[in-house]
């Protein structure tokens, strides 16, 4: 079974990918695949899951469950893995496999293994599993050996081969009192028109190089033009320059877009553990000898005030 995240109606590209992961460990096993969502979605996106390896998806509709609850979610979350009859539960490595994962691993006396990059390996009764370590800098290889495993995948680790296939929806009906929630939500203050920056394919990061607040322009029109999440490095949140959320790195949010855009960062190491996962990275930096450049695939010297307007213009008659 593979928990599919909702958000606020859809399914994010992470989640498409854990199906395809859970398709392939299926297929493994000479099993089906099954899906499990919470909150309500569109039928025919549910239906769209099979085209990423979902046999069968099953999602449950309740008022309680309409805000993110690690108590609440973990008792629907258990009943749909007895439902399904499901020995192999896997996640993305998110903040959903973070709360709920523990919770599940003791209800169900479950090994748990996060950061997974590899398919598994059977060996006896045992399935190894890699996955990184010393924030990505080095690998493990984990032996799960219980009857019941639970698997967080790192995003943007394995690529879907999509297909036209349909998976059958279910309802799943389950009983939950007030006692089985406990957090209750006053008010969400939220921003819905930009891209999650742990969803975004493309991430555009500013940091002190560019001296001030007044000067994030640059960074939004250069996401705005390629569809991309904005970030920023440690001291620039620290600075109050930009929100908390937004800040990546080893103590902030770790990202792995398929490109990585840093602008005026040097590339402390702190910085570059939460980013070293991305597919590609792109550096501009006045100093030639900025870390950043060491882990960058493609490096501009140059100031970000002179080279990102031209940069910025070149996407404006790419996009018209």
Partial sequence: MVYVDNSNGKIPNSSKEAVFYASKVAQDQSTDTVAFIVGSIDKEALENLGNFGADKVICISDEKLDNFDSQAFTKVISAAVGSAGADVIIFSHNYTSKSVGPR????????????????????????????????????????????????????????????????????????????????????????????????????????????????????????????????????????????????????????????????????????????????????????PEAPIFKAADYGIIGDAFKVVPKLNQALKEMNS
């Fill in 104 to 287: 599940l691993s003791a209800q169900l006396n479950a090994g748990m293994v996060v950061n997974v990059v590899g398919y598994p390996k059977q060996e006896g009764e045992g399935m190894l599993l890699r996955r990184t370590v010393f924030s990505g800098k080095a690998y493990a290889d984990v032996r799960l050996t219980g009857d019941v495993k639970i698997i967080a995948i790192q995003s943007n680790s394995f690529s879907p081969e999509v297909t036209d296939k349909k998976a059958v929806v279910e309802e799943l009906s389950i009983s939950l009192s007030d006692d089985d929630v406990g957090v209750v939500v006053k008010e969400t203050n939220k921003e819905t028109d930009k891209v999650p920056l742990t969803e975004a394919e493309v991430v555009v990061s500013g940091g002190r190089g560019l001296k001030g607040a007044e000067n994030w322009n640059l960074i939004e029109e250069m996401a705005d033009l390629l569809g991309a999440a904005t970030a920023c490095s440690k001291p620039v949140a620290d600075m109050g320059w930009r929100p908390h959320s937004e800040h990546v790195g080893q103590t902030g949010v770790t990202v792995r877009p398929n490109l990585y855009i840093a602008i005026g960062i040097s590339g402390a190491i702190q910085h570059l553990a939460g980013v070293n996962g991305s597919k590609y990275i792109v550096a501009i930096n006045t100093d």
